[in-house]
């Protein structure tokens, strides 16, 4: 039997959704999802990703970027 609590507080967004908060294309996001880089769960035959997933992403993003190399403008 499935523990519905733990789906309680779950936000799960659309594709669309997804693109729009993070600025790019649908596309980018299905590329996202099917390498396995943005966890999503399937819906017959859509997806929907977890809001936190999108929030783990875009913060690991900001990470992986850096500082700006030593001498550039802004």
């Not at 594709?15 to 993070?22: D, I, Q, S, W």
């Amino acid at each position: 039997m499935v523990d519905l609590q733990k789906f309680e507080h779950a936000h799960y967004l659309t594709v669309a959704e997804v693109a729009a908060a993070m600025r790019v294309s649908k596309m980018t996001v299905y590329r996202l999802v099917h390498t396995g880089e943005l966890p999503a769960v399937r819906f017959g035959r859509s997806y929907r990703v977890p809001e936190q997933s999108v929030q783990e992403y875009l913060t690991a993003g900001q990470n992986a970027a850096g500082p700006p190399p030593e001498g550039s403008q802004k």
